[in-house]
């Protein structure tokens, strides 16, 4: 029977980042085996802890959401027990009912995103999309552009837009 578990673990703060991604890999390869599937991982990053383990004050936590069989569980635990890169782990068995919660969440936002998606997809249908569709538009832009451009300097100024000019104020001083 397959149920959902939560694995953290944290890791010596001096490894490098190719140590962590194989640890990484070592687990989803367990999982693989095992027929179990990896849902996320939340990679925290490097984190103070609230009291020193083998002399660290720091270390890298990493949390990964399984669906996982009992006899894999025993098995990454195995695993992560003989590494020497890992200060700390603790896996856990989630709550049933907040896991269903967190799908529906899940299927939800992914329903959103497909229709949004959808719907972006028809916009884009409805543009033009052809590059002579598009240099046609421009082109007769640019012309009304130039039209209106040539009217403007063609036309004469009319005599009593000048003529209203109003006085500076050296002239309005002595009227």
């Known amino acids: ?29 367990i999982v693989a085996n095992y027929g179990g599937q990896i849902v996320k991982v939340n990679h925290w990053g490097r984190r103070r802890l609230a009291y020193p383990i083998e002399r660290h004050r720091d270390g890298i936590f990493v949390f990964i959401d399984m669906i996982l069989t009992p006899e894999t569980v025993s098995e990454i635990e195995r695993t992560l027990k003989v590494s020497e890169i890992v200060l700390r782990y603790m896996t856990r068995k989630r709550d049933p009912k907040a896991v269903q919660k967190e799908r529906e969440e899940r299927e939800a936002r992914e329903a959103r995103a497909a229709e949004a998606a959808a719907a972006e997809a028809a916009a884009a249908a409805n543009a033009p999309t052809s590059e002579a569709e598009e240099q046609a538009s421009e082109q007769s832009a640019e012309e009304v552009v130039s039209v209106a451009e040539t009217e403007t300097e063609n036309s004469p100024a009319p005599e009593a837009e000048t003529d209203t000019v109003p006085p500076t104020s050296e002239e309005s001083i002595e009227a």
Not at 4 to 22: H, K, M, Q, W
């Open 1 to 29: 029977m397959r149920r959902d578990y939560e694995l953290g673990f944290i890791l010596n703060p001096e490894v490098s980042e190719e140590a962590t991604r194989a640890l990484l890999d070592r687990v989803e390869q």
